[in-house]
């Protein structure tokens, strides 16, 4: 894997180590991020209670949408490419039935079922360039219920995130495994987003292993992700916005167009 930009890469090479995917090799420390954060659960949870019917869970991850949605009763197939971030869900289930879980890609997967909601959270949609993002909102409506419900979140980026000249934000979780820095690295001109980890463990107080993780996504803002929604044969029912800032999270509950 190619070196990422800016701090992250400085400090890899420094470090003398040789950056591996986040999702596969990385799980673990995406999974010490991504359990802290309790975005978007609340407003998923009540779209499932409105919804009614099966939930089809993209992205699935390690379960941070996922759990809360059984623990309500909900019955869930959840479905992720990273058969690493799986293992680490079914640990967590409360039975081995309790939810489907399918090692599938996004943009191809096929199911024997249609669902009352599909659920693609946490910006996960970044993670496809176009082409990826029309595959997948095909498969989307192919699984998805006349009268069911799409909810898919995005990142809207303000103007210094998209300007030609890369800007990095930097931010740091201490926790019980060691020190976690993650680094966002926007490159406007490319229109890409790469994420890169730094995980420091600490043992008895000494570090004793770092290692560096990597993901680039595209920088896909809501306008573009609603003509293409438009497109795949889906129409905008709701829109939510977060707090303004550098990067506002966009909600979008989406239904069949008639």
Same mark, same amino acid.
């Given at each position: 894997?190619?070196?990422?930009?800016?701090?992250?890469?400085?400090?890899?090479?420094?470090?003398?180590?040789?950056?591996?995917?986040?999702?596969?090799?990385?799980?673990?420390?995406?999974?010490?991020?991504?359990?802290?954060?309790?975005?978007?659960?609340?407003?998923?949870?009540?779209?499932?209670?409105?919804?009614?019917?099966?939930?089809?869970?993209?992205?699935?991850?390690?379960?941070?949408?996922?759990?809360?949605?059984?623990?309500?009763?909900?019955?869930?197939?959840?479905?992720?490419?990273?058969?690493?971030?799986?293992?680490?869900?079914?640990?967590?289930?409360?039975?081995?039935?309790?939810?489907?879980?399918?090692?599938?890609?996004?943009?191809?997967? /096929? &199911?024997?079922?249609?669902?009352?909601?599909?659920?693609?959270? /946490?910006?996960?949609?970044?993670?496809?360039?176009?082409?990826?993002?029309?595959?997948?909102?095909?498969?989307?409506?192919?699984?998805?219920?006349?009268?069911?419900?799409?909810?898919?979140?995005?990142?809207?980026?303000a103007g210094p995130l998209r300007a030609p000249r890369?800007?990095?934000?930097?931010?740091?979780?201490?926790?019980?495994?060691?020190?976690?820095?993650?680094?966002?690295?926007?490159?406007?001109?490319?229109?890409?987003?790469?994420?890169?980890?730094?995980?420091?463990?600490?043992?008895?107080?000494?570090?004793?292993g770092r290692a560096v993780y990597v993901s680039e996504?595209?920088?896909?803002?809501?306008?573009? &992700?609603?003509?293409?929604?438009?497109?795949?044969?889906?129409?905008?029912?709701?829109?939510?916005?977060?707090?303004?800032?550098?990067?506002?999270?966009?909600? &979008?509950?989406?239904?069949?167009?008639?």
């Amino acid at each position: 894997m190619s070196t990422p930009p800016g701090t992250a890469g400085a400090l890899a090479e420094l470090y003398g180590l040789e950056p591996v995917p986040l999702y596969s090799a990385g799980a673990g420390v995406y999974d010490d991020i991504a359990r802290i954060d309790r975005a978007e659960i609340g407003d998923v949870l009540r779209l499932a209670q409105r919804a009614g019917g099966p939930v089809l869970e993209l992205a699935c991850g390690s379960g941070r949408v996922t759990l809360p949605l059984l623990a309500r009763g909900h019955r869930v197939v959840a479905l992720d490419n990273s058969a690493e971030l799986l293992r680490l869900l079914e640990n967590r289930l409360p039975d081995p039935s309790a939810a489907r879980l399918v090692e599938a890609d996004m943009t191809s997967f /096929a &199911l024997d079922e249609t669902f009352g909601l599909v659920v693609l959270a /946490a910006t996960s949609v970044c993670l496809l360039d176009a082409r990826q993002r029309a595959a997948a909102f095909e498969r989307v409506r192919a699984h998805l219920a006349d009268d069911g419900l799409f909810y898919v979140s995005v990142l809207d980026l303000a103007g210094p995130l998209r300007a030609p000249r890369p800007v990095e934000r930097t931010s740091v979780l201490v926790g019980p495994r060691g020190v976690t820095s993650l680094f966002q690295h926007f490159d406007g001109r490319r229109g890409v987003r790469t994420t890169s980890v730094l995980h420091e463990s600490v043992v008895d107080g000494v570090t004793a292993g770092r290692a560096v993780y990597v993901s680039e996504i595209d920088m896909v803002g809501s306008g573009e &992700l609603v003509e293409e929604l438009g497109a795949a044969g889906f129409e905008v029912l709701e829109r939510r916005s977060g707090p303004a800032g550098e990067q506002v999270q966009v909600q &979008l509950v989406c239904g069949r167009r008639r």
